[in-house]
Each structure stands twice: as C-alpha cells, then as structure tokens.
C-alpha cells in the first residue's frame, strides 16, 4: 500500500483534525467497520483528588498525530517489522460516549453503550478515560462474552467495595470487575505506596484470586516470571491507568505516585501478552491534561497505544 | 487593639496555615462564634466544560494570607476607615463540606449543612466554592428564614430547569433559588455572549421576576441606576460567579467568558449594596487554580470578599 | 428546528471530535456544501519573534466547543436575536491546507488552493491562522473576483515591501493586499507601537492608499466615526490579527502589543460592518497556544468568530 | 544614519545577545560613555510575599530586544517622530550590580556604587529590578546631586519607617527617600487596596510632603490636574513598581493588586513629565519572570522604558 | 482503632485545612504534645541561583494532604506493616517560624527557637525548608544535646566556610554542621557535577571527617554496604535537599542537577538507618513550588516525608 | 590561577550577562581567539511538529550560567580533576548566525559561515540550536578538512532524502551528512520508536556506512561495546539533538520520545570518545524553551556540554 505523502498532501503531524491516530472517523454506532474502534470517554467525577481526566481523549487523540506522519504503518527497527499497515487492520475512531454531569450512573451507562457498540460489530475497543470509574463501563460491556483475564497496571489497587455508599469512583473498578463471572481473574500491577485501600482491601482482592505485585516485585521477578503467572493461551482485557507510570514521565494524572514503571517495561510487558493471548479490550485512564503542561503524558499514552495496538494487531491469529 | 507585629512575631503573609485572612479556626461547627464564618465547598461535579474548582477554597485561602499582615483591620486611604478591626466583627473559618465523589445530591446536602450551622449560629456565612452549584446548597439552607433578594454576578444565566435529568448542576442554581419562597428577587449582573441558556431560559427568568443585566447594560446605565433597581433596605444574599469578572483578571476559571466586569465595577457595586440593605450571606464560586497560573484569580477573590467583608462589617448595625 | 439535546445525547462542550463550532467536516474539497467554510492554516515559518501558530488552529477549533452546546444557535438577549440558526446558513469545517516544512511559497500556494475551492463552491471563507503570512494566500485566492475593501485589525502595520528578500513573511501582507487591483482599499485599525515597519512603511501605506488608525485614535473618533470612513455597502475582508487586542485578554499571540482593543470594540465594529456592507472572507492569525496557557486567547478568537459569523449570516441578504 | 538591515544582517528579534534594547555592553564602569546607562540590580531579599524578582533585569533585558529590529530609532506615527535614533543619545548596558547572598545592606551599596559611577559619567541611569528596596541604593546615589522630586507609579506605599529593625525591605524605600535632603517632594500614583502600610504611615508620608493618589483619583482628576500638582521645569526620578500597573497586564511581580494602572495612562503620564522637566533618573522594578508565564509583564517594562527613554531623549534640551 | 471515615465524614484528600498530613495544629509552642512535630521554615534569603523554597512548607503541607486518607495509618502491603497509626506516635503540626525579610540572622534564629521547643517537649522535630541554609538554625537548636551523625541527601556538598563574609547561605551548611561538637560525623550522598565548593572545600570536609560519595559511587557500592559505611546504632539526623533527587522527579527545586537518586533509592536508605539507630530529627529542604508546576516534587517530599516518618515511629524502641 | 571570587565581585550566577558559561563575547568573527567557539543558530523552519527551538540558544547560554560561580574551572571529585582552567583552553561566545525568516537555505549559508569562521580561527565549533536542520550548515561548513566521523544522539534517525521537495528540513541532516566525502562514517544511538523514516530509510542508512543502535541495545551492549564500534583515534564531530535523552529529563523539545537515554549514559559515552580521539566540533539541537516550563532541559544542555568541552579540553594533545 502507498504512503499518503505519495498522494498530493505531505499531511504533517501537526495538520488536520484530531482523531485517534488520524484514523477515520465513524460517527454511525451501528455501522463499525473495523478492527480496532476507539471511544472516548470523559468522564472525571469519580475522582478523589485533582479532576481534568475529562480533556483526556482530546489530549490522547491531539497527542496520536505526532506519530501519524502519513506512512503506510510505523517501522520498527529493533524488530524489523512494519506495523499499523492497513492489511494488518482496520482502525476506526467513533467518537466519546455521552457524559452528562452529576450523574455517574448514567455517564457508565454510556459508556457500556458504547463499548457494546464496538463488541456488536466485532471489534476490540481501545477506550480513552476519563478517569478509572470508565473501566466499570466497559467492564459491563462484556457481559455475555467468553470469559477473559485482566491486566491491571496502576500505582494503586482501585479495590474499595464501597465507602459513604461510593461504589462506582475511581477507586472501585477492579472491586467491580472482580465481581463479574466472565472476569476470570486479575493480574494488577505497579501497585505501591500510601493506598487508597486498607488492609481489608488487599486481602479481599486476594481472596478473590488477585496477584498483585509491586514495581519492586516485578522488577524483581523479571518479564519472563511475571508473564508467566498470567495465564498463557487467555483472553486478556488491558486497563491501564496513566499512574502505573513514574511521574517522570507521566506527570499529567490526578494521584501520580512516585516510584512507578518507565515505558519499555510496560510496553514489553503487554507486547509478551500481545503474543501470549488474545487482546480483547483496552482502556487507558487518569490521562489529564492540566498536569500535562508539556504533553508528555499524552504522548506517552499515544506511543504506548499504537505500539501496543501495533502489536496486537500483527501478532493476532 | 495593637497590632499583631507588636507582638512577638512579624508574621509575613507567606508565614502560617492558611485559613481565610488568616483568621481562627473552628471545627466544632456546634460552637460557632462568630460575625462571619467562612465555609469551603470544594465541589466541581457540576462543571459543563473544565472542572477544578474543587480546589478553590484552598487556593482562596492561601491568597488571603497576602493581605494579612498582621495589622489590626486594614486601612483604606480613600475611605479613610480602617475596615476589619476586630472590634467590627469576628471572622472564623470552619473549614470545608465534606464531598463524596460521584454523589452531588449528598454533597448539596452536606454544605447546606454547613451553612446551617453557620445561620444557627447567628454568623454571615461566606461560602468558597467550588462550582455555582454549590449555591443550591447554600440557598436551601435558608429555608424558614425572612425573604431575601438575591445579587447575582455572573457571565451566565444558569437558570436551566432540567435538561436529560440534570437538576443540580453549575447551569440550574438560579433557577433553583428563584423556585424558593424565601427568595423574594433576583437581579443578574454581567449576563453575556453565546449562552447555555436558550431563549425560553431568559423568558422563564424574566417571568419569575429576574432582573436581568449585561456588562454593557450596566455600564450603559450607571452604578447609581443599576442600585436604584434593586430594592432599597432589603436583605441581599451575593452570589459571585468569578467568571463574572474578565477573563483579563479572572483567566482561572472553567468556562471563562470575554466582555467582563472589571475590579472596581463590582466593588463599587456591592459596597453600595452594603450600605442600602443587610447582606446575609455571600457565596463565591468556580475559581478554578489549575487554570490560575499566577494566582490573580484567587487573588482577586480574596481581595474582592476581604473589602467586601470588611464593608459589610462596617456598614451594618 | 429542535435542540441537540431533544435527541439522545446531551453533548456538553467538552465531547466530542473538536471541528470549529462542532460543524461538520468535509474532506472532499471539490464538495464543499455550505454557507461558510472554515480552513485551518498552521503555518508560522513567517514569524519573526516567536512561533507557535502552527497549532492555532486546532486551538480555535477546541475552545469553539465551548460554545457549541447543542442548542440550535445563539440566543443573545442583548439583541433578543438568535444567531447561527439552521436556517440561517451552513457551516463546515474542511481541514487544514497541507504545509510543508522549510517551503513558504508553497506551503502559501496550498492556502490559497483550498480557498480558491471554498469560493469555487460559493461559500464564504474562514482561515483559521498560522502567522499573518496566510492572508497572503488567501488574498491571492480572491483573484478575478469583484474588488472588495480589507478591513485590518492588527497591532502592526504588516507593510513591509522586502527586506533581505523577505517578500512573504509575517511583516509583509498588508502590502502584498495593497498591490493586488481587487483590493479596492484598506482600513488598518489598531496600530499602535514601537513599529517594525519604519517612515518608509507608513508613507507607502498612505499613498497607497490606506487609512491608519490607532487604538487611541479610533477610541477618540468612536465607533460611528470610523465606520463611516470605510465605504458603505461594499464587500469586505476582514483579517483580524489576535494581537490588536489587548495583551490582557490575548496574550497566547508571538508578538504581543500593550495597549489593544477590548472584546466589545472589535466585536461592535465588525458587526457594524456586517449590517454595513457584504463580508465575503474572514481571516483570523497568530493564535499561538503555547503562550496561552489558560486557553484565553483561544477562547477569545472563537468567541469572536462565533459571533462575528453569526451576525454575517443575520444581517446578510 | 542607515537601518541595520542595510548592514549585512537582518537581525532579527530572536537573535544576538540580550542587552537592553541590544545597546552595547560597557563592562568598565570607569569608561562609561553614554547619555543613558542601564544597571540591572537583581536583588529580592526584600519582598514579603512572592520573590523571583532577582530575574527581572535578565527578563527585561530579554523582552527589549522584541522591539529592537536593527532599525534606526523607533517611529511613532500617532506622534509622526522618529524616536531613539542615535543622534539624539547613545544607550549602553553596563551589566549588573553585584549581590551578596544574605547581606541585603551589601547588597545595596553595591547597587549605589553602579549608580554613582554613572552618575559620575553624566549619564541618565536606568536601573532594572529586583524588588523596589533597590531604588534605596539608587537615590542613595544621588547624595550630592541637585534637589529632585521623586514620582512613584505603585499599588503600594512603600512607606513603612521600621517594623522589627527592617528599614531596608521592599516595604521601606520611600520612607528613606523621604528622608533625604537631596528629595525635594514626592508624588505617590496608584496606591490602592488593603495596604502593607497603616493609618500612621499615610500620615507620616502626607506629613513629609507626599501627594498621593489612587489610580481611581487619578482617574477622576484627569491626567492634565494631575500633572499640574507635580512642580513644573524641575528634575524627575521615577520610580516605577510594576504593579502599579493593572494584574492583567502584570501578573509577572510578586505582589499583585487588582484595580491598577493600563498603559497609556502611565505613558502619558511620563511622557508628560519628560517635556515639563528633566528626567534625571529612572528604576522599574519588581518584575518577577516565574509568575510572568508567556513574558507579557517583561514586554510591558520593556516597551514602557524604550518608549519612557525615547521620549526623554527627546523632549531634553 | 477507627478509621475517620467510620465517623460522619468521608475527608477526601483535597477537602480540609492543609497541615502535615492532616495532623492536629498545635499553635501553643509551650504545650507541645507529640512524637514528631513539624516545624515550617518559609526561608529562602539564602538561595544563590534561583528563590521561592520559602513557599516550599505550604506546599509539602498541601501535597501531604493526597495521602491523608482518613485511614488510620497506612497499610503497606510490600512490608504487610500499617504505619502511621495513632499508637505508634502522634504527630502535630506547630506551624511556622517567623522569617523578617532581609534578615538572615534573625530568621534563622527564629528557626532555632522552634526546634529548641520541640526538643524541649520531647519530640522528633521535623522541618520543612525553605533553602538549605535553614538546617544551621536546626542544627544549632541541638546545642546540649547528646552527639549525632548528620546524613545527607543532596546534589551539592555545601561546604563553604565563607565568601564575600556570607557564612550562613545555602551554600554554608554542612560546613557549619561540622564545626559543631555536638555533630559527630558526617555523610554526604548524591554529590555530583560542576560543584559551588572547589577543590579546597572538598579536602576541608573529608579533613573534618565527612565521607562523600555521588549518585554513580553509591549505587556502585549498593544500599548495604553505604549503610555499613555509617556508625551503628547511633543517633542520626536526616537533611534531605530535594535536589538530590533526580530533575525527572524534583523538578521544583532552585538549583537541579541531572544525574540525581530516584524515589526507592532514597526510601530504603533512610529506612534502613530507621533500623539501624535513632532518628532524632529531619529536615527536608529547597522545595520550591514555582519551578513545580504539577506539584510533583512536592508530592515526592510529602510521600518520603510520611513514609520515611512512618518507619522511624515504627521501628523505633 | 585567581578565582573571580578573590577579584571585587561574587558573581552569583544570575548576576551578569548570559553568554555561554559567561565566556567573553566575540562579536567580530574575523578576530576569533579561541579554543572553543560558541555559535548560536536560532533557527526552526525545519521542525514538523512543534516549533520554538529559535530560542534554544538563548535558554541554553541563560541555563549555564547556574554552572558560572565564578571559580577558575570546575573541579569534579569523582574524577579529582579541575575541568575548564583558563590554562586548558579560551572559550568564546560569538553570538548568532543571522536567520533570515521563511528563507532556510539563506539562513543554512548563515550558520555555514559563523562555522567557517571559527574553522579558520582554528577552534573548536560548539553550535547551539536551533532544530536539527542546523546541523547541515555546521557539516557544510566543514568541506575541505580531514575527513571525520559523525556521532549523532537522537531519538529519530533524521535520513530521509526527500519529501515533497524538503531536503533540508529537520527530518534530513544525518542524510545530508552521509553524502559528504568529508564525512567518514557515521554512528547513531539512542534511535528508537514509531519513526518519521520508513524501513527504505533504514536501508539507506546502513548502505551508507551507518551503525545505528536503539537506546536498548545500547544498554545491552555496554558502554565499552558501543565505544569499540567507532573507529578509534579517529576526529569526531557531535550532534546531539536532545529528543536522544528521555523526556523524563528532556520535555522540553519538539518531539519527544519516551524510552531515552538518561544523563550519564551520554555523558559517559563523550567522555569516552574524548579520550579515544579528537572532537573537532559539536552542535546540540533541539531545545525549545517554551515546552522547558522549569527550565530542565537548557540545564540538561548546559550540563552536558560544560562537562563535555571540559572533558574534551582536558584529554586533547
């Protein structure tokens, strides 16, 4: 397939609207044509401390044309492989899912519609929060499917069951995905320092057939054993919240906590998935852009996605 | 009374916590003794395009500490008075509301009980926002109490009734105010531009007894004219949305609108007020930090409810 | 014709793919559909001080959003006129020209071509800046149509003919405007400081046949006066450069002036020559969002445009 | 005399080294040759509040060469002059005072040793600050010198006689002014708002002789009364703190006060002053580059001081 | 014991007044009733390159807030430990010394003053600098006291005995500490790059018995045998310049040096001496909001702070 | 020889003019006397995504000043070797090649010939950017001397021959380089992720003889590894586009890429090659202040090529 500057535009990065990765537009929700879809979904009243998780996709989005610079698919060296050609997969981007203020519920609500949307056409939804109450939505989304793992990356445990009658927040979503029959089990890692969760906390997730490991521990234990504790062969659903990551280098988040992942150890982490199993849903969280003065984390989240969406596309049976 | 540099200490404005001019806290809210006790309500659910409010009480807080030298009251030289001695009126700050996250009925519910501490206790509250929204809390607090007219400084209407279920969000609080018995009118100030209010908004306003006034309008008719429409010794309650003011020195708020009041238009404005009727209680809402670089914002809000204050405490009997 | 929000979604400001006033995009050049016609241009290879206005665009485009609610149009009470109806006119967004890094010719040339397309479909054009030098692609774009008037707002005279072979750069547009015989004349209107075109420059205007105003100048003479100095009833470009407003309330601009316009002073002005006569092109430039940190500028700019745009397709016949 | 740009070089803004206006470096204070001699004195240990001051000169110094083309002088088409060519006077930068960590009184001496050495070449000093305890040293400089009534452009008073043995902070200097034989009056513009200064030090400063008036006094009296209270033909120091000027226009200082000076006012105010006497002095001081997010409070010193220069050099005999 | 959000209210992080980690305010210096108390020291006169650490307390108190839960302490689930509970120790917050701008002398005696009442009241004094040169006041505070071993964290040595007569700036302390006989040894780790301190000031520490090491030579040698390099079971006082750390996470620091510790690295070298002897008290300096634009490094010294606090309360005998 | 120290002054950093480690100026470049030649080359046409590098060599020359306290070299303990004595080498500062806007070959010819001028004064070029594209003119400018071996640090491989007519634009130089005979093989690490060249670029690359490593295999191999690749004793010229470091420790440039290098692995790698051979030039590129917001990146840049020139004067013959 031919490069788009073989065609009359040279199309730089900092040219033409913002979706994801450039990708074409689908604004019919019963007429995805695609194999990844992108929704966004800006939602940020789940949050604890700072907000701003809502300009998330935009940041997300604006951040994905710095590397669409018009080529058929992104070469890597270091594997010799081009990836993102369009024979390996057809990306769309349908747009975010409708948020209406001081209401929570309604705003999941929204957001499962959406995903539903996606999983009805066949396609893997890559979802960009928002804060982490998003992953409840897409969460429920599933329901009826085949059962699948989750890999949770974050600095904190999002494991409370409920305080003051909050069920839904940001530090509730892998309490509620633990909860589901076709979330088969939960990998979370990063987690570390001073936590939203208790004691109890912790114990409930392991109860309830969580591993969790800190960076130290995965640092520690090396790729290799930390991949071979997810089960190989799996549906693995990836939610990744922006603080899983140092705040070096992903500052713009809500509750950055210090002593987190760098980028290879992450995308190495999920590209050994990418080949371990089937990669069926992905959101990336906590992306918020008013602590972002530079844009670098947004950048981070773009380059993680599409390596990882590049990844999972080339390495997908 | 001396002043505070008489005594050990020279107390810099950027020295000590950081409590409303400095003033004494008190967290017994059932021991409120006070002239004017100052509550933070840092909500931003309610917020339509950038939230971050939340953290404006602390960000007003901090830049009140620049005007508290330590002197006893502060000296006017134009006026020639010398305004918060503390033999007009004590001043205490009891701290903020307690916010639960995705619940903004319980979160009204908590700061209206803060204000109603406040009224029991016979003090003027000053409540520090937050989003506008937090003015329904504080008007339903009054409920039971002598009718009062609401001053209303604003860049928008925010007179929605409901729109896909939202009630009480930073849209619907005039409307909501104007809905209550012991609201007896309302004069809205600075209205302007593209508004989220529709064409039936303005006529329901103006059919529920509002007075309604542009930037334009009021610099057009004078501050003298302005005054004469509202209504002579009555009980005023203010409610200062800082994007009432001008983006040129009010940038840190979340949906900034250009065209805007200038410092001294509003000062003017509430101190005729001051001296016209009784003030009963203020709220001032969506400074938004994250967007306030610099800080001017907070110290705008701060500066303005300082000389307000300070006139209120003079001017009343 | 119904609301947005009477359909399924509530839409707020912050949802959605960011085109300018949420309108539709239209790829296909040589369909372009519509009443107005909006082309980004992010090229600022022209600048002299600093640059940046590359991502003016895409900055114009998002703050627009926060006007854009889903109501259908603007109900401004002030005039008690909704603007920007359905039935008023159409607006589409049709990209950006394609730039190409270290060719300013060409990267003018793409300019002009795509607003050679929009009159080709009879629409009116709105060129989102990119420095100043993109007026001169899209005055070049105007030829062999019936003369019009340029009407300039700008902190700088912009009537440099060459220096060091600079023909096309930022400095220059005014003058390439003068030269062109369907330029039937000018009206520069803000002009005000240390200048960077010397004597030579000014005189040259004159006899060519300018009229130069300052900030202070058009304040003395007063809105009536200076309308009735441009000629009735004829076809005006407006060019708008951010920086002949004040740098209170634009400071996101590459070479800021003190001393600018207000809101209220451009807006009346040109709504005055929107009843005045027939406005067939628009250009706004050097929006620079790196210097914009609170998005002020931005805001500014749509809010502009928005109503400028609103009141063209009301008053026009 | 010849343009820059005739020479080999265009020279743009961006390029060359920082001196103020790009006049040339005079490192040997013994061989200062110049009507004008600008001394940065980067010292902030006297500020109560926010410090960064220390930055000032470099930022200024920065901001200048913004309007430093490489043209001959600088023309003003509203006055149709010709201003700053080198025939009517020869700027030079002679670099910075020296500061001593820790040792403000030093500190001081240093900044009167810079002053007196350019004094003592005839030269008309430009001092950049650094906070406003800096103009101490330089009208300790002038001891000696012919009598000379200081004009003070603040929102402060700056009047304060001693508060726990401080005499030389930011808060002190026109009191010691005051004090001088060598100060025969002085004229206090701008003050405004809760004051750092009591009711005893207004009395104090109106007991030795000051004027002072707000800017809403200013205002009201209009610039030609005001100008008319300042003794005619005598010998002019300025003093000019940057807050007096409005937060919009100058958030970048430590202290700012809502409600204050706009640009013309205090260039028409000065330029007034540089024909009705002889300017023999000027300090600006208090610019604090970290609250100066996008340079527009360095801009402003910058083009207020070339334009206060220009019209200085020449309305003298 | 309970946890706060078994009482009425939930207390997210960003709602209340910000003391350290939400702790008891104690303004009574006289009736100091803790383990640790924590002392601001808002003192930044001693800076050589760039100020603002005088604003440093307000911002570690603020940061600390993030990781005040309303748990009561903090469970750890890398040690299985919760630290922080109230039977463990009692933290208090007193507060801040009075600084009097322009004079060290006196500020850092104000310094000295409250460390002296900590210790007089038994408790482990904790201070929030300001610039380094607050650690002389502290270390002097410790005058009488049993002999300690100073540890410190930093990216310059700080060894200057005197320059220009400045003996007690930033640049001073650590020479200052080895002078003292109550100081019986020193080790300085992180010391890197293009030095303050010359050849001379080097050969004077390891003369006067201080063993230095960089960031290379301590992660060359390991965390275990760094520590062996420190006596056994003695009394340690921890100064801790934010500088120490790397510029990716301290950023908002006056003088940044790359090539800095990272979080961990720090962390487990402090927590290792919590086991190896006596904590007798902490200060942690030159945080400097302005420089810190997303508040990260304040996050990093709140988040070292409680965690390093925690582990000395809870292995403590 | 003499500290400055013992002359008159302290000459704290932030005092004085801001050449490059405040070296004298040269601005006649037919006099150049020197070992070491600083030329600035504020250009950025060339970039294709964020702009702003044009004031890289003002943010880098204001940054090293931090390393500027005056002592007589810069003594570094780890190596016990006293780096940038007069007695190694005369450092000078010629200012800046003049940048012609929207002309990149004019202004490519102008950096070309500050280059050769410090050629024919027989020092050492040091090139401060600017974007990349500048490194073209420093390579020209080397024509007719001994052949000589390119290092080049970067994130981004920079060999695309041609696209839409650009061949000297950011994208380019390492091509541009490759084609000159002068150059004899070329060297570049630290290239990583989704790429601007395509795999054909790749390809070109290593037919023309060059070595390229990602930022991981660096790693994997070592230090002395990569060093044994690079023809030993051979001449070397630098080019360093900061993007080659992590944006951890570099945000602020126009396109950044996560997974960089970290300071000493650079570090290192030139202090090696400084003693395998002879460095006859660098240029170090890509710095763009307004993306610096606290400055980290300047000091990055001034860090590294302080100790760099240091270690380059010291191990030459």
Tied chains: 1, 2, 3, 4, 5, 6.
Excluded at 49 to 62: K, M, Q
Excluded at 112 to 119: A, D, M, W
Excluded at 204 to 230: E, F, N, P
């Amino acid at each position: 397939m031919a490069n788009a500057y073989d065609r009359g535009r040279l199309d730089l990065p900092f040219t033409g609207f913002c979706t994801f990765a450039k990708a074409p537009i689908c604004p019919d929700w019963d007429a995805i044509d695609a194999t990844v879809a992108v929704l966004g979904a800006p939602l940020d009243m789940g949050t604890q401390w700072r907000a701003g998780a809502r300009f998330g996709p935009r940041a997300i989005r604006e951040a994905s044309t710095l590397f669409s610079f018009g080529h058929d698919g992104a070469y890597d060296f270091e594997d010799d492989v081009t990836y993102l050609t369009a024979d390996q997969g057809r990306i769309v981007d349908i747009g975010d899912a409708d948020i209406v203020h001081t209401d929570q519920i309604r705003s999941l609500a929204n957001i499962e519609f959406g995903v539903r949307k996606i999983l009805a056409a066949g396609a893997i939804p890559v979802v960009l929060g928002g804060d982490h109450s998003v992953n409840i939505g897409c969460i429920n989304a599933f329901e009826g499917e085949a059962p699948f793992h989750v890999v949770h990356i974050d600095a904190h445990l999002d494991f409370v069951d409920e305080r003051h009658g909050v069920r839904f927040g940001h530090g509730n979503p892998l309490r509620r995905a633990a909860e589901k029959p076709w979330v088969s089990g939960l990998t979370q890692l990063g987690i570390r320092n001073v936590s939203s969760t208790n004691r109890q906390g912790y114990e409930d997730a392991r109860a309830m057939g969580s591993d969790i490991l800190s960076v130290r521990q995965v640092r520690k234990l090396g790729l290799d054993a930390v991949i071979a504790r997810i089960p190989a062969g799996a549906r693995y659903y990836f939610t990744i919240d922006i603080d899983g990551f140092d705040p070096s280098i992903a500052p713009g988040t809500g509750t950055p906590s210090h002593g987190g992942f760098l980028y290879y150890e992450v995308l190495e982490l999920l590209e050994a998935l990418a080949k371990r199993g089937q990669v069926i849903g992905i959101d990336l969280v906590e992306v918020a852009p008013d602590y972002d003065h530079t844009g670098g984390t947004a950048i981070l989240a773009a380059q993680l996605l599409m390596n990882v969406i590049g990844r999972v596309l080339h390495h997908r049976r």
